[in-house]
């Protein structure tokens, strides 16, 4: 499957600050890779923990750096295209996650614009691709976007770290968002939504019966800088790294490699340090 987007698409992209939905895989492939992962949740989510942290904090960001098939994932043709289409030919991963809802759950995401807490700035050089592993639906708790809201600036955000919040510090937009006119991102397993960092999300419960399982990639090009720290890591998943303002880091061969599992940690506290900046209560990267 080739994923460049035509004109109408990236024109619909740039004053939306969204694109849906966008075949990347065929459901058979999905399931494939949503059976794999689900593979790896029983190989490593035993208690004691096997791992240095629990599963989920591996899963909710730098996975590719663990994770053979998030590495691969992360690195699909098809995906790619479309993500070149907005952004150009040269491509880092600087985070990749899975975002999984259980089963009827109480777990939501707030109101958010992600680029707030990452350092990066208000930047139009970065790319969410949200990959629908099952259903996303709204009975699942599909993302919903406010078309335009991309182009505010970023706006002020509270946090609350709200245990019901999937999101690390519980973060809400602080200003009134125009929640009727938000367009639910409905999504079959091997679909995508790209979303701008500046756009205006959030997501409700999942109260179906099955889980919502999502592969989420935040691609930048190498003209973005990380503001809140001297070093910031990514990975070159197209063209040419043309800048030095990221460290480059591999992605996984294998599962869980002891080399891996440093260049995690190294990843992960200086993430933790940029994310957690001002924030009065630690940071929750379990959910
Ligand atoms: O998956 C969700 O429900 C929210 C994801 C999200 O906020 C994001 O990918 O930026």
Known sequence: MTGSLNQVQTRAYQDDGFLFPIRVMDEANAA???????AVERDYAGDPAPLR???NTYMRQGSHYVLSLANQLSRDPAILDAVESILGPDLLA??????IKEAGTSHI???HQD???????ETDEEVTAWLALSPATVESGCMKFVGGSHKNAIVP???TFDDNNLLSRGQEIAVDVAEDDAVDVALQPGEMSLHHGRMFHASGPNVSDDRRVAFVVRYITPQVRQHG????FATLVRGANTTNHFTL??????DFEPAALDTFDRVFHQHAQVLGAGAEQEMNYVR
């Open 249 to 254: 880091l591999d992605g996984a061969r294998s």
């Open 229 to 232: 720290a001297d070093q910031d």
């Open 115 to 121: 680029l707030t807490y990452w350092g990066l700035g």
């Open 53 to 55: 942290h629990p599963l």
């Open 109 to 111: 995401v707030s109101w």
């Open 32 to 38: 494939d890779y949503r059976r794999r992962i689900e």
């Open 94 to 99: 600087w985070s990749v996650e899975f975002f």
């Open 157 to 159: 955000h509270n946090d």
